[in-house]
């Protein structure tokens, strides 16, 4: 362990470092931040935006688009109530709940290490624990009764379950085959916290893959092995992936395997994906609810079954908060500090950042030239303002791969200096070429 760096290898403070960077930069703010800020709920800034609807398309680019197999869907947030009673939910998705009789502040019995209350320190003054149930509760309509009870949806795949049938009959798919869909969910958490880990409203992007039962452990580590490798391939640190298994105790009530892709944050090693073997539990539980026939026929043996269901449940949100938090280096060159993102270029919000050397010869005109040209292509930031060393570092805490600056020698060849973030090597390329050639980086490792 380097001086001064966490068990996971995170520069000292990385959390702090980082929850400071996204407020600084326009990655992430806090929620009705005017007012005060609302419990565990961020919104997503300029560059955050980016940056997550980068890693959504990366994902729907892997999970939809490269699968003939897979289909994607955007279902309700709002469902009919009756999903969430056969789901299983109303009845089971909650966590335990304490309070200390001194603070009457509130925690999950399970996340409690000893008897002692973390808020304010007094031994035993614990209530005994009580379910308390994480789905939003709402009213659909203007009548507030029980019949008109809706509820937020606490994940994206009911949506996927109770279109099985609509997606299986309109795209023509035979099993197997998945469905994919990325989208809110909200949970009312007892302890929301560590920034963007554990928030009451966040994204999901969920894929559930149809099986023929009997194939499902085949599928199931078929699946855990595209989605570690998906995750490598995003750039995070392989020493920082492990697989969890869910211990028998541990298992949720639909599942009968299940595996955490954990990653090694600063605060230790916590789940960010899900791969789960659902068994035929939420399609039974459908159909017996709806009393509708969710059994596929197939046509090649003539059989009928109710499919096995293979799960890849990811955090959109937390997801980016590994990204976040393995890309965050501190280096020291030439006596200089500069804080950077190692973003893999797909996910960096902006490609190319150009810069006139100074403010003067004509060269802001040129580079706003080059800076609109791109800008058809790619998203590019121009900037004039401050030393030329300054504008870097600025680029390297965004994440940005390339900057482009234009200078003394662009006015007599129309060539400008490429630098790269990483290496912080630098290349003449002419502006003719330019487009070319950081279209040809940028595709040199593909997502
Ligand atoms: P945890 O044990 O952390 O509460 P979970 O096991 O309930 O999570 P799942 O229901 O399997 O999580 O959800 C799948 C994924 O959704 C998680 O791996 C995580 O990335 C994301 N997720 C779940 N709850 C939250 C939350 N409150 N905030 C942000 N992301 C979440």
């Known amino acids: 362990m380097a001086n001064g760096e966490s068990e996971s290898g995170h520069p000292p403070d990385l959390m702090n470092k980082l929850t400071s960077l996204c407020k600084r930069r326009g990655f992430v703010f806090q929620s009705s931040e005017i007012y005060g800020g609302v419990g565990s709920v961020y919104d997503y800034g300029p560059l955050g935006v980016e940056l997550k609807n980068n890693l959504r398309q990366a994902w729907w680019r892997e999970m939809v688009h490269r699968r003939a197999d897979i289909e994607g869907l955007d279902a309700g947030i709002l469902m009919n109530s009756r999903v969430w009673e056969a789901s299983g939910h109303v009845e089971g998705f909650t966590d335990p709940l304490v309070e200390c009789r001194n603070c009457h502040r509130r925690f999950r019995a399970d996340e409690l290490e000893g008897v002692q209350c973390p808020s304010c320190g007094m031994s035993g003054t614990f209530t005994e624990p009580r379910q308390f149930n994480l789905m939003f509760k709402t009213f659909m309509g203007p009548v507030e009764d029980e019949g008109a009870v809706a509820y937020l949806r606490p994940e994206t795949a009911q949506g996927i379950y109770v279109n099985f049938r609509n997606v299986h009959e309109t795209a023509r798919q035979k099993i197997p085959f998945g469905i994919a869909q990325v989208g809110k969910a909200f949970r009312n958490e007892i302890t929301p916290g560590n920034f963007i880990f554990r928030t009451r409203e966040f994204e999901q992007m969920e894929m559930q893959y149809f099986v023929k039962p009997g194939t499902d452990a085949e599928w199931f580590e078929a699946w855990m092995e595209r989605r570690m490798d998906w995750v490598r391939r995003l750039g995070i640190t392989p020493e920082r992936l492990r697989f969890y298994e869910h211990g028998a105790d541990e298992l949720a009530h639909y599942a009968k395997a299940a595996f955490d892709i954990q990653y090694h944050f600063p605060f230790g090693w916590q789940e960010f994906e899900g791969i789960h073997n659902r068994t035929d539990f939420d399609l039974s539980r459908h159909q017996e609810f709806s ?157």
Do not use: N, W
């Open 291 to 447: 009393r509708k026939k969710l059994e596929y026929f197939d046509p090649a043996s003539g059989d009928r079954f109710l499919p096995y269901v293979i799960e890849t449940s990811a955090g959109l949100d937390r997801t980016l908060l590994v990204v976040l938090a393995d890309a965050y280096a501190e280096e020291e060159i030439e006596g200089e500090k500069r804080v950077l993102l190692h973003l893999h270029p797909h996910l960096a919000p902006i490609k190319a950042a150009v810069f006139p050397l100074v403010k003067k010869d004509g060269m802001p005109e040129v580079a706003r030239r080059v800076a609109d040209s791109l800008r058809e292509s790619l998203p590019v930031f121009y900037d004039e303002t401050g030393s030329i060393g300054r504008r870097y570092r600025r680029q390297d805490e965004a994440g940005t791969p390339y900057c482009i600056t234009i200078d003394g020698v662009t006015l007599e060849d129309e060539s400008v200096t490429v630098r790269d973030r990483d290496t912080l090597r630098q290349e003449r390329v002419p502006i003719a070429g330019l487009r070319q050639h950081l279209q040809a980086a940028l595709e040199a490792d593909p997502l």
